[in-house]
């Protein structure tokens, strides 16, 4: 471009010089005007020496100017040309520069530090043999110091195997690796060539039953143990590898188990690259489930790169664990801002870096909860993917735990009819028709998901599902045969009692006597006041309604181990004795409250979710006896009447009275928990 512009500059140039030659005559114009000027004068004829006239002057003037103009700005144009190629080039040399400071060196330096560094006694390189050289006199070569170097190089390369053999042998006895080639009697030399690939070989090997070995958790493998098993925080953090087919081709969809996030090859135009050594570093740490360390790792590079996409994978993986380990929630909503970060709104990650936060960020938003972020997670997943299986059945999962039945029911009915090989789907909609208690459609969808799907066969709330819909349905015979199934398969403790979260070792009854509850001091405290708790229950009862101020028939005192502030105001005798009673106070899993039976009412079989409480049931106002059935026997409540029962079996209640009864509920921890199995008890809720 720049020798372009100067050949126009020269152009220009000499058009200029023409103009001038024109306007300036014969007297000053070129050689040829001024001889042929001359030969005018001698001869006395006007050839070439004729004057101009000051019309033509003034044109060659104007001329003149014109292209003066145009050689000013083809000059201008030709100077910021050049300028622009000087610059261009200065930008080139200092963006190499850049690239090798930045970038290529950093990447030198990571494949040096993670290749494995030669064992002590191993081959060495083999260096040039001197040998002597041919007598220049006689012209004949020493074949007999060629001979001799040749045996040398022999002894030499036979010593490098043994040393090798010996390396192989002894490493092979501290790996998995049982398949180790007999010792045999000594061989020839193998070419440098047959070294490598052997040695290749040995490293695959190696590295497969290694990966095997951390797969299998620790498990031995051919007679030597496995070697430590890493964290499972790097793998698809998914359930299992679902598949559907597709327009007639099988499809796995999320199969992450084998992507290596953090160490996956590096790219050039991978951001992490400047900072990939610091992030293997951290890698390791995590490895190692040295959590704190990890963490503080990360939050070195994210100083020198807060955009980096690993780091911040990184962190939230050592957040997670650390709050599982503390028991944080506090740390658990800062891990699930970096998965957030890593899979929403860092636009430089890799998709299968994106895919894996927001697999966490679904399921751990909805551990903590957040229905609503689990969602946005795992609509953006599909963004990602597109449709499959695992993720539109989490999608419906997710309205269902936003309490959005509906749209949870639109969803898994559409997934359905696309995919009707997902029994998973087709399971979900017959649970939403149960609880719309259309059992004759939901029925069918239920036992197909039990017989069918794996996922569902080991889940025993389909079987307790449609075990209800036949007892609705009068088929009491097939639904305990249903209940006999889940029994077989460990699902529930037993057919009457259908409790879903149960602790192991607890007697189990259907009803309790006070003594053997051992609460009998608290017990009998709250016999002893009943007249005051009944006259305290009566004065919140809207006699007109048959209801509690809020409208409800349940006036709640303590939920999940925590007093209603609210309440306790209007009912301060009856929460002062339940503050005197730890085993009701502290109680997670269970409600103590106030209850009102409508006249006439009669209360399906039914059983509650655990079996570490019990419950205690007194007759405050109860016109008629309130009959309860527990597994298959009954008895009958009176009021002032104290009864004690597990609501893990399964019971069923009968009010006759003409007009509301009214009983106080308070479940208690099971009295065969220890106090550390106590703390260990999670909310329900």
């Given at each position: 471009?720049?020798?372009?512009?100067?050949?126009?500059?020269?152009?220009?140039?000499?058009?200029?010089?023409?103009?001038?030659?024109?306007?300036?005559?014969?007297?000053?114009?070129?050689?040829?005007?001024?001889?042929?000027?001359?030969?005018?004068?001698?001869?006395?004829?006007?050839?070439?020496?004729?004057?101009?006239?000051?019309?033509?002057?003034?044109?060659?003037?104007?001329?003149?100017?014109?292209?003066?103009?145009?050689?000013?700005?083809?000059?201008?144009?030709?100077?910021?040309?050049?300028?622009?190629?000087?610059?261009?080039?200065?930008?080139?040399?200092?963006?190499?520069?850049?690239?090798?400071?930045?970038?290529?060196?950093?990447?030198?330096?990571?494949?040096?530090?993670?290749?494995?560094?030669?064992?002590?006694?191993?081959?060495?390189?083999?260096?040039?043999?001197?040998?002597?050289?041919?007598?220049?006199?006689?012209?004949?070569?020493?074949?007999?110091?060629?001979?001799?170097?040749?045996?040398?190089?022999?002894?030499?390369?036979?010593?490098?195997?043994?040393?090798?053999?010996?390396?192989?042998?002894?490493?092979?006895?501290?790996?998995?690796?049982?398949?180790?080639?007999?010792?045999?009697?000594?061989?020839?030399?193998?070419?440098?060539?047959?070294?490598?690939?052997?040695?290749?070989?040995?490293?695959?090997?190696?590295?497969?039953?290694?990966?095997?070995?951390?797969?299998?958790?620790?498990?031995?493998?051919?007679?030597?143990?496995?070697?430590?098993?890493?964290?499972?925080?790097?793998?698809?953090?998914?359930?299992?590898?679902?598949?559907?087919?597709?327009?007639?081709?099988?499809?796995?969809?999320?199969?992450?188990?084998?992507?290596?996030?953090?160490?996956?090859?590096?790219?050039?135009?991978?951001?992490?690259?400047?900072?990939?050594?610091?992030?293997?570093?951290?890698?390791?740490?995590?490895?190692?489930?040295?959590?704190?360390?990890?963490?503080?790792?990360?939050?070195?590079?994210?100083?020198?790169?807060?955009?980096?996409?690993?780091?911040?994978?990184?962190?939230?993986?050592?957040?997670?664990?650390?709050?599982?380990?503390?028991?944080?929630?506090?740390?658990?909503?800062?891990?699930?801002?970096?998965?957030?970060?890593?899979?929403?709104?860092?636009?430089?990650?890799?998709?299968?870096?994106?895919?894996?936060?927001?697999?966490?960020?679904?399921?751990?938003?909805?551990?903590?909860?957040?229905?609503?972020?689990?969602?946005?997670?795992?609509?953006?997943?599909?963004?990602?993917?597109?449709?499959?299986?695992?993720?539109?059945?989490?999608?419906?999962?997710?309205?269902?735990?936003?309490?959005?039945?509906?749209?949870?029911?639109?969803?898994?009915?559409?997934?359905?009819?696309?995919?009707?090989?997902n029994l998973f789907a087709k399971?979900?909609?017959?649970?939403?028709?149960?609880?719309?208690?259309?059992?004759?459609?939901?029925?069918?969808?239920?036992?197909?998901?039990?017989?069918?799907?794996?996922?569902?066969?080991t889940n025993a709330k389909f079987?307790?599902?449609?075990?209800?819909?036949?007892?609705?349905?009068?088929?009491?015979?097939?639904?305990?045969?249903?209940?006999?199934?889940?029994?077989?398969?460990?699902?529930?403790?037993?057919?009457?009692?259908?409790?879903?979260?149960?602790?192991?070792?607890?007697?189990?009854?259907?009803?309790?006597?006070?003594?053997?509850?051992?609460?009998?001091?608290?017990?009998?405290?709250?016999?002893?006041?009943?007249?005051?708790?009944?006259?305290?229950?009566?004065?919140?009862?809207?006699?007109?309604?048959?209801?509690?101020?809020?409208?409800?028939?349940?006036?709640?005192?303590?939920?999940?181990?925590?007093?209603?502030?609210?309440?306790?105001?209007?009912?301060?005798?009856t929460c002062a004795l339940i503050?005197?009673?730890?085993?009701?106070?502290?109680?997670?899993?269970?409600?103590?409250?106030?209850?009102?039976?409508?006249?006439?009412?009669?209360?399906?079989?039914?059983?509650?979710?655990?079996?570490?409480?019990?419950?205690?049931?007194?007759?405050?106002?109860?016109?008629?006896?309130?009959?309860?059935?527990?597994?298959?026997?009954?008895?009958?409540?009176?009021?002032?009447?104290?009864?004690?029962?597990?609501?893990?079996?399964?019971?069923?209640?009968?009010?006759?009275?003409?007009?509301?009864?009214?009983?106080?509920?308070?479940?208690?921890?099971?009295?065969?928990?220890?106090?550390?199995?106590?703390?260990?008890?999670?909310?329900?809720?």
């Open positions: 471009v720049a020798l372009a512009a100067v050949q126009q500059e020269t152009v220009i140039s000499w058009s200029v010089e023409q103009s001038d030659n024109l306007t300036q005559g014969p007297a000053s114009g070129g050689m040829e005007s001024r001889r042929r000027g001359k030969e005018g004068e001698r001869n006395g004829s006007a050839v070439g020496g004729t004057e101009r006239t000051p019309e033509s002057r003034e044109e060659a003037k104007k001329l003149r100017k014109e292209l003066k103009e145009k050689y000013a700005k083809e000059k201008r144009i030709s100077d910021a040309i050049r300028w622009i190629a000087v610059v261009a080039v200065l930008i080139l040399a200092v963006a190499g520069l850049y690239y090798y400071l930045a970038y290529y060196r950093p990447s030198l330096t990571a494949s040096a530090a993670s290749k494995p560094k030669p064992a002590e006694g191993g081959d060495k390189p083999r260096t040039k043999d001197k040998s002597p050289k041919s007598d220049a006199k006689t012209g004949k070569s020493s074949k007999t110091d060629a001979k001799a170097a040749k045996k040398k190089r022999d002894d030499g390369s036979k010593k490098d195997e043994k040393a090798s053999s010996k390396q192989t042998s002894a490493a092979d006895k501290k790996s998995a690796d049982k398949t180790a080639a007999p010792k045999t009697k000594s061989k020839p030399a193998a070419s440098d060539a047959e070294k490598a690939q052997k040695s290749k070989k040995s490293k695959d090997s190696k590295t497969t039953k290694g990966s095997k070995a951390k797969a299998e958790g620790g498990q031995q493998t051919g007679g030597a143990k496995a070697s430590k098993k890493p964290p499972t925080t790097f793998n698809d953090p998914g359930r299992k590898n679902y598949s559907v087919r597709e327009n007639g081709v099988l499809r796995e969809e999320l199969n992450l188990e084998k992507i290596r996030l953090l160490r996956r090859p590096v790219s050039p135009s991978d951001p992490d690259r400047p900072y990939i050594v610091q992030v293997l570093s951290g890698d390791n740490l995590l490895r190692d489930e040295r959590w704190s360390t990890a963490l503080e790792k990360f939050n070195e590079i994210l100083k020198m790169f807060p955009a980096s996409p690993r780091a911040i994978y990184g962190k939230a993986v050592a957040l997670e664990n650390l709050a599982r380990e503390k028991k944080s929630n506090k740390l658990m909503d800062t891990a699930i801002d970096f998965y957030q970060k890593a899979g929403m709104e860092t636009f430089q990650a890799k998709e299968d870096l994106k895919i894996a936060s927001l697999m966490r960020l679904a399921d751990l938003s909805s551990e903590q909860s957040q229905h609503q972020l689990s969602l946005k997670a795992l609509e953006k997943l599909q963004e990602i993917r597109g449709r499959s299986y695992t993720i539109d059945n989490k999608i419906g999962l997710a309205h269902l735990a936003a309490g959005s039945n509906k749209k949870a029911k639109t969803h898994f009915l559409k997934v359905a009819e696309e995919y009707p090989e399971a979900h909609v017959g649970f939403i028709l149960f609880l719309e208690k259309r059992y004759e459609e939901a029925l069918p969808l239920l036992l197909e998901g039990i017989h069918r799907d794996a996922s569902i066969k079987y307790l599902y449609a075990g209800e819909c036949l007892m609705r349905l009068n088929r009491m015979e097939e639904a305990f045969a249903i209940y006999g199934e889940a029994v077989s398969l460990d699902l529930i403790p037993s057919v009457w009692q259908r409790s879903l979260y149960n602790e192991p070792g607890l007697t189990a009854r259907g009803w309790w006597s006070v003594e053997e509850t051992g609460y009998q001091l608290a017990l009998e405290r709250i016999e002893k006041a009943l007249g005051n708790i009944t006259e305290e229950t009566i004065s919140l009862i809207d006699s007109e309604k048959g209801t509690f101020p809020d409208g409800s028939t349940q006036f709640v005192l303590i939920s999940n181990g925590k007093k209603n502030a609210r309440n306790c105001d209007l009912a301060p005798t503050e005197s009673f730890p085993a009701a106070l502290t109680c997670r899993r269970g409600e103590t409250k106030f209850t009102i039976f409508p006249p006439r009412t009669h209360v399906q079989p039914h059983v509650g979710l655990t079996n570490s409480r019990l419950e205690v049931v007194v007759g405050l106002r109860l016109s008629k006896g309130l009959r309860i059935r527990v597994a298959e026997e009954s008895r009958v409540l009176q009021d002032g009447q104290m009864v004690i029962l597990d609501d893990s079996f399964e019971q069923e209640l009968w009010y006759e009275g003409g007009e509301p009864g009214v009983v106080m509920v308070m479940d208690v921890w099971h009295p065969d928990l220890s106090e550390p199995a106590i703390r260990k008890q999670a909310s329900l809720s």
